[in-house]
């Protein structure tokens, strides 16, 4: 067992002369594992009767006679052109009523009988032709499942989704508020899909008249999908139980509620793309978030760029060691492999530049080849098995919902800059920088394990969910919220009787109204003697049992105030009533956790990310330096580095150079609290 590395290849796409000498090249580069057949549905099934496998089965060969691992995709992201023409109903039609033609890929209506009935006969009959392979180690359900349809298909199975959620249209009135503008339905197929020919229009983005529906309908969508996802997975266990089964999700990826997913994959895979002017505590979050799908079990890095992504503005090379280091950091937020999309860079279309390991001119000498070589030796030969199955421990949680980030920021006031994920992130990366251990949960998890629970932007408090807060904060735990929170239950129904709704009497407070300030704009407050800003929206509140920490400087709501703690039982709750600055929720938090004896998991210079991961072999701390200049570490717990072999005592000084990574291996000890 070792980390697994390798990622998508293509050689359908190639004249088999160059399979030999792929082969040759990746073992080169000590790939051990290929993701095999991601688009191939074509070639598969050239028509409605015929399937071929011939061009598969020789790849097989090849792949298992080289000894490489497979991760055999399904081959469904994208349907056959013949498959367009015969039953248009596999096509999706857009937001603007209008189906669409032959093209592109993730392109088959989740609701088509057609896209139904041949994806399940090509699982089928792939599972049945490759179960006797044991070099397969995955299977891989079609591809980063994404897009909304909003064809007459999706309508009739929106309606019926409904009915069997709200059982009457007296209910489904009630929970849409259709006595707003005269909207009341009398029967289900007056249910139309909302897009730009009903409720929704383009206006900054799509807005929504009413975006209850539009909230149903993006949670329809992601269910459609899922249940594509949960027939081919159904199909490949019949014939393969043993074998676990993935997607590649995408992060914060707002289509699809990657945490309703979570519970039908065997285990989470993700594409780690980050664009050019995302910084480290982005792709981290985006790590956590979906080591959090499953409750911390690891996942797989299923692909990355070795070099440059050809859909960005303009393509950045990756610097040297940047590659290596964005794999450790993978690895140190809980993946068990090092994939990459891909093997040979194509000739033709729109990923003819987009990095591979093998790059156009066909050989190894290039800086690419180089660095995934190195890599891939590093890997076998000094990593091996030592952090394979390393749990995250964390006193801290952010709660993310995919159901709060749709409703959100559907809203129509009060202000067009509220954006969840930033919200989140502001958080995140406040702890981030200063190396607090951090899980990323849902508001289905547990939080009693937990010794700060934060929930930035909890717009939507779903049934219950108060009460759980609730009761974490009465047995001792300390809760965040921020504005615009507790506004609204699941059905995006405003709870009457004042702001933050049901989490009034567990803050103290009560919002009597909101202050929305363009991007220019600032309110300010001192906090512990310093002066912060206040943006996009002020809350103002009064105390209702809580204290105020901080209060406004300026304007007619000057010394109203704009944070605030309340002692709820044997915990606090805390209320940030705006949005302030990276310095502010850096203190703020940083006073939260020393005052309640959450710790750094170590002392690090400023862009040197570190993280810990444990198992059965140790404790790893892993130290990422995201400069290209060199930092030194401070050594506060003897270890063995295991990348150098290095032996580390207390005190000593580790040298990080540029864009370089470490992993210190040290004895396991139980840190009391966490998960
Ligand atoms: C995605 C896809 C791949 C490829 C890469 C390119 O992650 O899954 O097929 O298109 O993007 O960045
Ligand atoms: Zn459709």
């Known amino acids: 067992m070792k980390i697994l590395y390798g990622g998508d290849y293509n050689p359908e796409q190639w004249p088999e002369e160059i399979w030999k000498e792929d082969m040759r090249l990746l073992k080169l580069a000590h ?4 993701t095999l057949n991601v688009f191939s549905w074509a070639s598969l099934q050239p028509d409605e009767d015929t399937y071929d496998f011939s061009k598969l089965d020789k790849i097989m060969e090849m792949i298992r006679e080289n000894g490489l691992k497979v991760c ?3 081959s469904t992201g994208a349907h056959p052109a013949w498959m367009a023409r015969k039953y248009p109903d596999v096509l999706r039609t857009g937001n603007n009523g209008i189906r669409r033609k032959f093209g592109r890929r993730h392109n088959s209506c989740p609701n088509s009988p057609t896209y139904r009935k041949y994806a399940s006969a090509l699982a089928e009959k792939l599972a049945q032709r490759y179960a006797e392979y044991d070099n397969i180690v995955a299977w891989h359900i079609s591809n980063e499942y994404g897009g909304v349809c909003y064809c007459e298909n999706c309508e009739r199975e929106f309606r019926k989704w409904l009915q069997k959620k709200y059982g009457s249209i007296e209910e489904l009135n009630r929970v849409w508020n259709l006595s707003f503008w005269s909207h009341n339905m009398y029967d289900w197929e007056d249910v139309v899909v909302p897009n730009l020919l009903s409720e929704e229009f383009e206006d900054d983005g799509i807005r929504s008249a009413f975006q209850g529906i539009s909230l149903d309908y993006a949670r329809f969508n992601s269910d459609s999908m899922l249940a594509c996802f949960q027939m081919e997975k159904e199909i490949l266990k019949r014939y393969t139980p043993e074998i676990p089964v993935t997607t590649n999700l995408m992060g914060t990826y707002k289509i699809v509620d990657y945490q309703k997913w979570a519970g039908s994959m065997d285990f989470v895979s ?3 793309y980050p664009s050019c002017e995302e910084e480290p505590a982005d792709i ?8 959090g799908l499953k409750q911390g079990q690891p996942f797989a890095l299923m692909e990355q760029t070795p070099g440059v992504s050809n859909w960005q503005a303009f393509c950045k090379l990756k610097r040297p060691g940047v590659m290596r280091l964005w794999s450790y950091e993978a690895v140190a937020h809980g993946s068990d492999t090092v994939m990459f999309f891909q093997m040979r860079r194509s000739i033709g279309a729109c990923e003819k530049y987009h990095s591979a390991v093998i790059d156009h001119v066909g050989n190894e000498h290039t800086r690419v080849f180089r660095e995934v070589a190195e890599l891939g030796e590093e890997l076998e030969n000094k990593v091996r098995d030592l952090t394979l199955g390393g749990r995250t421990k964390s006193e801290i949680a952010i709660v993310f919902d995919w159901d709060n980030w749709w409703a959100a920021e559907y809203s129509a006031g009060p202000s067009r800059l509220i954006n969840y994920c930033q919200e989140v992130k502001q958080y995140y990366k406040a702890l981030f920088s200063q190396n607090y251990s951090i899980n990323m949960i849902s508001v289905e998890d547990d939080l009693s394990a937990y010794k700060l629970v934060i929930a930035p932007l909890l717009y939507m408090c779903k049934e219950g969910y108060d009460e759980k807060i609730r009761e974490y904060v009465k047995q001792g735990g300390t809760f965040v919220t921020t504005y615009f929170s507790g506004y609204v239950e699941e059905h995006d129904l405003v709870v009457p009787g004042g702001y933050p709704g049901k989490l009034k009497d567990i803050l103290g407070i009560w919002v009597e109204e909101s202050d ?5 704009e600032a309110n300010s407050f001192l906090y512990k003697g310093k002066g912060y800003p206040a943006r996009i929206l002020c809350d103002l509140m009064h105390l209702q049992g809580a204290e105020a920490l901080a209060c406004y400087e300026s304007d007619f709501y000057q010394g109203m105030p704009v944070l605030t703690k309340h002692s709820f039982g044997k915990g606090n709750a805390y209320y940030v009533g705006t949005r302030s600055d990276e310095t ?7 006073d939260i956790c020393e005052g309640l004896d959450i710790r750094p998991v170590a002392e690090t210079p400023d862009g040197v990310e570190a993280v810990v991961r444990e198992n059965v072999n140790g404790s790893f701390l892993f130290l990422l330096n995201h400069h290209l200049n ?8 003897p270890g063995t580095e295991i990348l150098t072999g290095k032996k580390y005592a207390q005190g000593d000084t580790l040298v990080l150079p540029g864009a370089g990574a470490a992993i210190l291996q040290r004895d396991c000890r139980d840190k009391e609290g966490g998960k």
């Not at 929305?516 to 220019?520: G, I, Q, Y």
């Not at 502010?584 to 940083?590: A, D, K, P, T, V």
Request: no cysteine.
């Open 31 to 34: 790939i051990d594992i290929v």
């Open 72 to 74: 055999m995709a399904t």
């Open 270 to 272: 993700w594409d780690n």
């Open 284 to 291: 981290a979050m985006r790590h956590d978030l979906m080591r």
């Open 516 to 520: 929305a300030l363009p991007e220019t």
């Open 584 to 590: 502010f929720y850096g203190r703020f938090l940083r």
């Open 630 to 637: 060199t930092e030194k570490v401070f050594i506060s717990r």
